[in-house]
C-alpha cells in the first residue's frame, strides 16, 4: 500500500525542515513528500529545495494559489492512491502515518481522521504541562481535547488520511474558499456522498497554540469567516451544533443583552439582572477552561479570552456572509 503525504506551505521557514525531518523519520516512511508552496516570500522554497537535493521522495511546485487549490494539485501530482495530509506548522509523532494508515487496509474505510496534541510555543511539551496560561486557555477554544475525541470527530487537514477515490468523488477541497474552511467542507461533502470514516486517536501530530492574544483572535476571526463562507447551516452527526448556528446564538445572547441595558434606564432592576448574566457567563467560562486544563490562570484567561471571541465570532461571520 503506496502513501503519499501532500502539504502545502506559505511563508513557514521556521517551521519546514521539523516537518521534513519528523516525516522523514517515520516508523512507516512515506513513498513520497508532494510539497505546494503557495508562493512564500521568505526563505521557505529555498530550504525545500536544499532538502529535495538531499532526498528524492520530495517533490515540490510552486504556484500561487489557495490553500485549497495547493492540496489539489498536490494530490494531483501525487502517484498513491493513499494520501495523508497534515499541515504545514504541525509535527507528526513518529508513528502519525503508520497509524493513520492502518484503518485503509480495510476496504470499506474512505477517510481516516487522526488527532493534534496542541503545544506551547515551542513545540515541546502538552497543552497540560509546561504551556503558559493564555496559550493553556486558547486550547479550548481552538482545539479538541483527547476526552472529547468520539464517533462524532471529523478530521483535520492537520492529521488526515484518504483514498484518492474518495477525493476525486468528492470533487477535490473548494477552491472557492480562499484559505479557510476548506477541510469543513471536504468533510460535509464527504459524509452527504455516504463515504466511511474510521477515527484513530494515537494518529497524532503537534500543532502549536497561537503565542499571543492578538494572533489567537485572529484566528478565531478567519475560522468565523470561513464558516459563514462555507454556507454550511446543518451538519450530518452534529445537528444544530454547526459552527454557524453557534455564531448565530452568540448574536441572541448579545441582543438579549443589549435589550437588558435598554431596558436598564427606565427599568434600573433590568441592569441587576444584566449584571447578574455578565457573572453567570464570566464563571460560567472560567469553569470551562478551568475543567479541561485544571490552571487558574489558565481559566481567568479563559474569561477574557471568552468576550473576545464572542466578538471575534460575530465580526468573521458577518464578513464571511458579507462576502459570499
Given at each position: 500500500?503506496?502513501?503519499?503525504?501532500?502539504?502545502?506551505?506559505?511563508?513557514?521557514?521556521?517551521?519546514?525542515?521539523?516537518?521534513?525531518?519528523?516525516?522523514?523519520?517515520?516508523?512507516?516512511?512515506?513513498?513520497?513528500?508532494v510539497i505546494v508552496d503557495g508562493g512564500s516570500s521568505d526563505k521557505t522554497v529555498d530550504i525545500i529545495r536544499h532538502w529535495q537535493k538531499r532526498n528524492n521522495k520530495i517533490k515540490f511546485l510552486v504556484e500561487k494559489c489557495s490553500r485549497a487549490k495547493g492540496r489539489n494539485l498536490a494530490v494531483e501530482l501525487s502517484k498513491s492512491d493513499i494520501i495523508a495530509m497534515t499541515d504545514a506548522g504541525c509535527i507528526?509523532?513518529?508513528?502519525?502515518?503508520?497509524?493513520?494508515?492502518?484503518?485503509?487496509?480495510?476496504?470499506?474505510?474512505?477517510?481516516?481522521?487522526?488527532?493534534?496534541?496542541?503545544?506551547?510555543?515551542?513545540?515541546?511539551?502538552?497543552?497540560?504541562?509546561?504551556?503558559?496560561?493564555?496559550?493553556?486557555?486558547?486550547?479550548?477554544?481552538?482545539?479538541?481535547?483527547?476526552?472529547?475525541?468520539?464517533?462524532?470527530?471529523?478530521?483535520?487537514?492537520?492529521?488526515?488520511?484518504?483514498?484518492?477515490?474518495?477525493?476525486?468523488?468528492?470533487?477535490?477541497?473548494?477552491?472557492?474558499?480562499?484559505?479557510?474552511?476548506?477541510?469543513?467542507?471536504?468533510?460535509?461533502?464527504?459524509?452527504?456522498?455516504?463515504?466511511?470514516?474510521?477515527?484513530?486517536?494515537?494518529?497524532?501530530?503537534?500543532?502549536?497554540?497561537?503565542?499571543?492574544?492578538?494572533?489567537?483572535?485572529?484566528?478565531?476571526?478567519?475560522?468565523?469567516?470561513?464558516?459563514?463562507?462555507?454556507?454550511?447551516?446543518?451538519?450530518?452527526?452534529?445537528?444544530?451544533?454547526?459552527?454557524?448556528?453557534?455564531?448565530?446564538?452568540?448574536?441572541?445572547?448579545?441582543?438579549?443583552?443589549?435589550?437588558?441595558?435598554?431596558?436598564?434606564?427606565?427599568?434600573?432592576?433590568?441592569?441587576?439582572?444584566?449584571?447578574?448574566?455578565?457573572?453567570?457567563?464570566?464563571?460560567?467560562?472560567?469553569?470551562?477552561?478551568?475543567?479541561?486544563?485544571?490552571?487558574?490562570?489558565?481559566?481567568?484567561?479563559?474569561?477574557?479570552?471568552?468576550?473576545?471571541?464572542?466578538?471575534?465570532?460575530?465580526?468573521?461571520?458577518?464578513?464571511?456572509?458579507?462576502?459570499?
Open positions: 500500500m503506496k502513501v503519499s503525504v501532500c502539504i502545502t506551505v506559505f511563508n513557514e521557514e521556521k517551521s519546514i525542515s521539523k516537518l521534513l525531518s519528523s516525516l522523514l523519520g517515520q516508523s512507516r516512511i512515506p513513498d513520497e513528500i507528526p509523532k513518529r508513528d502519525w502515518l503508520k497509524n493513520i494508515v492502518e484503518p485503509l487496509k480495510q476496504k470499506e474505510i474512505d477517510i481516516v481522521a487522526g488527532f493534534y496534541e496542541m503545544t506551547d510555543i515551542t513545540g515541546s511539551y502538552p497543552v497540560k504541562t509546561r504551556v503558559r496560561p493564555l496559550q493553556k486557555s486558547f486550547s479550548v477554544f481552538l482545539g479538541i481535547h483527547p476526552e472529547d475525541f468520539n464517533i462524532n470527530f471529523l478530521p483535520s487537514t492537520r492529521s488526515i488520511a484518504f483514498r484518492r477515490r474518495a477525493w476525486e468523488k468528492i470533487g477535490g477541497f473548494p477552491e472557492k474558499l480562499i484559505d479557510t474552511a476548506e477541510d469543513t467542507v471536504f468533510n460535509y461533502r464527504a459524509i452527504k456522498e455516504g463515504l466511511s470514516f474510521a477515527r484513530v486517536k494515537n494518529a497524532r501530530v503537534e500543532w502549536k497554540m497561537p503565542t499571543d492574544f492578538s494572533e489567537g483572535i485572529r484566528k478565531i476571526f478567519y475560522y468565523a469567516k470561513g464558516d459563514a463562507k462555507s454556507g454550511i447551516w446543518f451538519y450530518p452527526l452534529k445537528g444544530l451544533v454547526s459552527h454557524n448556528i453557534k455564531a448565530l446564538s452568540i448574536f441572541i445572547r448579545y441582543l438579549i443583552g443589549f435589550f437588558l441595558l435598554v431596558l436598564g434606564f427606565t427599568k434600573p432592576m433590568m441592569l441587576l439582572v444584566l449584571f447578574l448574566l455578565l457573572i453567570l457567563c464570566s464563571f460560567w467560562s472560567f469553569r470551562k477552561v478551568y475543567i479541561k486544563v485544571g490552571d487558574l490562570r489558565a481559566g481567568l484567561w479563559g474569561v477574557v479570552v471568552q468576550f473576545a471571541s464572542d466578538f471575534a465570532v460575530m465580526s468573521g461571520f458577518l464578513s464571511g456572509v458579507l462576502g459570499r
